[in-house]
Nanobody, 131 residues
Framework: QVQLVESGGGLVQPGGSLRLSCTGSGSTLDLYAIGWFRQAPGKEREGVSCISNGDGSTNYADSVKGRFTISRDNAKNMVYLQMNNLKPEDTAVYYC????????????????????????WGKGTRVTVSS
């Protein structure tokens, strides 16, 4: 079992950048696929990005492709989400989650069924993009 904690959220102006961090305890994150998800006020949770536990392959939701980058630092037991060119519609609570594989990914989005197939979730960090 792994416990996940997100950090790095905050208030940023449109066009700005933030880097979110996900750290784990109880187990090393390199055993797991790690995904980032977000939930905006009044909306369903959606998948943002995922990095696999095998070859480190990544995928992204179409809404963030080209702006967000997911990465791992196994030495620090961390997974990051670098978010550039932020838009007001990126405002949400961002969660990292772990499982043995990334969520089903099809045509630029993630299948949300059964909690995206993720087993362990952090409590989230809030990102607000506003001028």
């Amino acid at each position: 079992q792994v416990q996940l904690v997100e950090s790095g959220g905050g208030l940023v102006q449109p066009g700005g950048s933030l880097r979110l961090s996900c750290t784990g305890s109880g187990s090393t994150l390199d055993l797991y696929a790690i995904g980032w998800f977000r939930q905006a006020p009044g909306k369903e949770r959606e998948g943002v990005s995922c990095i696999s536990n095998g070859d480190g392959s990544t995928n992204y939701a179409d809404s963030v492709k080209g702006r967000f980058t997911i990465s791992r630092d196994n030495a620090k037991n961390m997974v990051y989400l670098q978010m550039n060119n932020l838009k007001p519609e990126d405002t949400a609570v961002y969660y990292c989650a772990a499982s043995w594989g990334c969520p089903t990914y099809y045509s630029g989005s993630y299948y949300p069924g059964d909690n995206f197939g993720m087993d362990y979730w952090g409590k989230g960090t809030r990102v607000t993009v506003s001028s």
